[in-house]
């Protein structure tokens, strides 16, 4: 079941995920070489409470197997889902910031690909093209077009430039639960899918190769990988989809 959010559940949803945009920005400025990804779960962790709100992501079940932490860090040809751990970023990493919390209810959720000290330039053109993408397809986010309007748009995107649109994973709606229906492709043809309403908020999240599309889960059960070893990005925000057209409710 979809579920349409009144006006006052948008503003909700926007608070919630205004702590994520905020949290994630101070994250960004901490991202250098030699932070240890379980540094950055810590400061994730504090900012949350600090902010009267709880971690989404800490605790959550798939599969039978429960997160750990309440941030994902998806390094170099981690796609999403990485677990964070004593590991000490380099130059010239990568580094997938996936994070959401729990306001009032409701969950805010958002992500954002960093370059850590030097990158190389294919490095920097993967990040600016998935984000690229990202807003590409928001701006499809319209009463009356199509989930596939979205999922073209981004696939295009990503496509003529040379790289590839990861397809096991996709975005979400998001609200009173982390994962809510529909489920949003990044991937597919115009004018096809789900027709879009006021109220809807969905999480759109392009994750985005450079290499080929196909994905390799490691053996912690969680963190996903590019098969060929390429690098991957990863950018998210939630939108609500209003009358005057899309909200970025996890944009400050």
């Known amino acids: 079941m979809i579920f349409l959010k009144s006006a006052r559940e948008i503003e909700t949803l926007r608070h919630a995920n205004l702590i994520v945009a905020e949290i994630l920005q101070e994250l960004r400025q901490k991202v250098a070489p030699g932070v240890t990804t379980l540094e950055l779960d810590a400061l994730a962790e504090e900012l949350?409470?600090?902010?009267?709100?709880?971690?989404?992501?800490?605790?959550?079940?798939?599969?039978?197997?429960?997160?750990?932490?309440?941030?994902?860090?998806?390094?170099?040809?981690?796609?999403?889902?990485?677990?964070?751990?004593?590991?000490?970023?380099?130059?010239?990493?990568?580094?997938?910031?996936?994070?959401?919390?729990?306001?009032?209810?409701?969950y805010g959720d958002s992500a954002i690909t960093v370059g850590v000290g030097k990158v190389d330039d294919e490095a920097k053109r993967l990040i600016q093209v998935t984000e690229e993408a990202l807003y590409k397809g928001i701006e499809q986010l319209r009463e009356g077009k199509r989930l596939g309007d979205l999922a073209s748009v981004i696939q295009t995107t990503v496509e003529s430039a040379g790289f590839s649109v990861v397809r096991v994973f996709v975005g979400h709606g998001i609200g009173k639960k982390l994962h809510e229906e529909p489920p949003v492709p990044n991937y597919g043809d115009p004018d096809r899918g789900l027709r879009l309403k006021e109220g809807m908020v969905l999480a759109i999240e392009p994750m985005v190769n450079a290499g080929g599309y196909e994905v390799e889960i490691k053996e912690d059960g969680w963190t996903a990988v590019t098969k060929d070893g390429s690098l991957a990005a990863h950018f998210e925000h939630s939108v609500a989809i209003t009358k005057k057209g899309p909200y970025i409710l996890s944009k400050i």
């Open 48 to 106: 949350t409470y600090k902010n009267n709100a709880q971690p989404a992501f800490k605790g959550y079940v798939m599969a039978g197997r429960v997160y750990p932490c309440t941030l994902c860090t998806s390094i170099n040809e981690e796609i999403v889902h990485g677990i964070p751990s004593d590991r000490q970023l380099r130059d010239g990493d990568i580094v997938g910031l996936d994070f959401g919390v729990i306001y009032d209810g409701f």
